[in-house]
């Protein structure tokens, strides 16, 4: 059985960072891209950033680009998302992903999705 599970939201204050991580199982997580996603209220969901299976090319949406740092570790299953000087514009559910290829494929083709952890930007 495949799980995502994400953890590390909150409310934070405007400028403040967090630490965003997801843990993976039931299927072999070096071999498939993996990606952040988010959704405001009253917004779709879009793509944050994404990272192919290797760790080499990575892709970033011009909004977060710059202050947000998406990593990996295959030896434990774990994806992460370093976010930095966040804004109240980044508040939303943040979910992982699973792709279905090794490469990127710019938020396309998701195999699956956590459960999503809420992420409040706020004074």
């Known amino acids: 059985q495949v799980q995502l599970v994400e953890s590390g939201g909150g409310l934070v204050q405007p400028g403040g960072s967090l630490r965003l991580a997801c843990e993976a199982s039931g299927f072999t997580f070096g071999l498939f891209a993996m990606s952040w996603h988010r959704q405001a209220p009253g917004k779709e969901r879009e793509l944050v950033a994404e990272?192919?299976?290797?760790?080499?090319?990575?892709f970033y949406k011009d909004p977060v680009k710059g202050r947000f740092t998406i990593s990996r570790d295959n030896a434990k299953s774990m994806l992460y998302l370093q976010m930095n000087s966040l804004k109240p514009e980044d508040t939303a559910v943040y979910y992982c992903?699973?792709?279905?290829?090794?490469?990127?494929?710019?938020?396309?083709?998701?195999?699956?999705w956590g459960q999503g952890t809420q992420v409040t930007v706020s004074s």
């Open positions: 990272m192919d299976s290797s760790g080499d090319n990575i």
């Open positions: 992903a699973s792709g279905a290829f090794s490469n990127i494929s710019y938020g396309r083709s998701r195999r699956h």
